[in-house]
């Protein structure tokens, strides 16, 4: 018997619905806010990755699918969707024209990180990127995207909005020498990984989970005691556009994100309803990004949602979205001719419809039909037809009805 491979999952069953509830969310969200759907490869050369996320995070040198091919290429499967999408974006010269360039994606992303609650090798992930435009109301509208998403799942009061800038080019290599500075007077107190950053990106020990790291960066430098003038407008911006949009957030200037692409603008939506604080989507700006991997200088800046991690979240929290069927039609030998007829009729106007292919006796078939979950019933008997009509039950309170055939589909819209 073959088994699946660690850190991978199959997702079937009672499961599927949470997925589908999310996932009809996801479409009619992004669109709404007028962002327009992009399928990338889940397969690119492990170069776009090492050079858009960058070679020192934790997501290339530990995590990354990489291999060669034939061809002796180094290829890796997709970690995160950002890089994918502005290789994209260049290769296929999205950046002409005006206008923001909007795009959303979902689907499966692969890390070879340790399995554990909530966290895959194969995960997936919902995502937005928004190009073209360096204002701080894109910035405000990507968040208030964010928000909204985990509100329409249901979950939005479990969850807080932490923000903070990280700074720019300009004003970030200062702030690195200070880190520097601090963190040498500490280094025996850091972890392996941090001692190593310490000379690589010292930022990214302030992201550091490990305790005595934490205990440490607690009282480092931060980040918004060195912005440049342009960055503390930029922010103090960003703040007053999510005030007068409604939307709640806390400042954290330890936040920093993972991946070596982010400027400015950084948030995190933030739960405790796990064991331990955990980022449910968190994303930020990326404005030399697109210019890192071969295109013009052209402003970006995302999010990205763990989807298997706000499931689990959506069930901690009690909510259910089961898959629900539409109608169980019932039928037996002599009456099966105008019974699948009627099957296809119904299915026609996009009702869920399923039947049982034994054609049991009724009261198997009932049992059936309790176990599916449908909404509606609907007796195909002989005596029915004769009269031209079945019998409509409803599941929820048991009331039936002899209806005639050339009324069935208007009832059922009704009830639909």
């Known amino acids: 018997m073959f088994r699946k491979i660690r850190g991978f999952r199959d997702i079937y069953g009672e499961e599927i619905g949470y997925w589908r509830k999310i996932e009809e969310v996801i479409y009619s969200l992004s669109e709404s806010f007028g962002y327009s759907e992009y399928k990338m490869?889940?397969?690119?050369?492990?170069?776009?990755?090492?050079r858009g996320i960058g070679s020192t995070t934790d997501i290339?040198?530990?995590e990354m699918f990489a291999f060669e091919d034939r061809n002796g290429d180094l290829l890796a499967l997709r970690p995160e969707?950002?890089?994918?999408?502005?290789?994209?974006?260049?290769?296929n010269k999205l950046y002409a024209g005006s206008g923001v360039k909007k795009y959303y994606y979902y689907g499966p992303m692969f890390r070879r990180e340790r399995p554990q609650k909530g966290r895959y090798r194969q995960f997936?992930?919902?995502?937005?990127?928004?190009?073209?435009?360096?204002?701080?109301?894109v910035d405000a509208e990507v968040i208030q995207l964010l928000c909204t998403f985990f509100d329409k799942c249901g979950i939005g009061e479990f969850l807080r909005?932490?923000?903070?800038?990280?700074?720019?080019?300009?004003?970030?290599?200062?702030y690195k020498n200070k880190l520097i500075e601090y963190f040498s007077k500490y280094e025996n107190e850091l972890c392996e990984d941090c001692k190593r950053r310490l000379s690589t990106n010292p930022l990214r020990i302030l992201d550091c989970k490990v305790p005595g790291c934490k205990k440490v960066a607690s009282d480092?430098?931060?980040m918004i005691d060195y912005l440049c003038s342009e960055c503390r407008k930029h922010f103090d911006s960003v703040k007053y556009y999510l005030e007068i949009s409604g939307i709640n957030y806390d400042v954290n200037p330890f936040m920093v994100r993972g991946l070596d692409y982010y400027v400015r603008t950084a948030f995190e939506m933030i739960t405790d309803k796990f064991e331990a604080n955990s980022t449910v989507g968190a994303g930020g700006r990326y404005d030399g990004l697109v210019k890192q991997l071969g295109g013009p200088d052209y402003p970006g800046i995302g999010f990205a949602v763990g989807i298997d991690r706000l499931v689990n979240l959506i069930k901690e929290a009690g909510l259910?979205?089961?898959?629900?069927?539409?109608?169980?039609?019932?039928?037996?030998?002599?009456?099966v001719d105008a019974g699948l007829k009627l099957l296809k009729s119904l299915r026609d106007e996009n009702w869920g419809v399923d039947m049982d292919f034994e054609l049991g006796s009724m009261k198997s078939q009932m049992k059936k039909a309790n176990r599916?979950?449908?909404?509606?019933?609907?007796?195909v008997g002989e005596e029915e037809l004769g009269k031209n009509a079945v019998t409509l039950k409803n599941m929820t309170d048991g009331e039936q009805q002899l209806v005639l055939l050339d009324e069935l589909k208007n009832i059922l819209s009704q009830k639909l």
């Open 41 to 50: 490869p889940v397969l690119e050369k492990a170069e776009v990755f090492d």
């Open 60 to 62: 290339v040198e530990k």
């Open 81 to 91: 969707g950002t890089a994918g999408v502005v290789r994209g974006v260049v290769e």
């Open 124 to 137: 997936y992930q919902y995502g937005v990127e928004a190009f073209g435009s360096a204002s701080p109301i």
């Open 161 to 174: 909005l932490e923000i903070n800038s990280i700074g720019c080019p300009e004003c970030r290599p200062g």
């Open 220 to 222: 480092a430098p931060v």
């Open 320 to 335: 259910t979205y089961e898959e629900t069927l539409d109608i169980f039609l019932v039928m037996f030998p002599e009456t």
């Open 372 to 379: 599916s979950q449908a909404s509606y019933v609907v007796i």
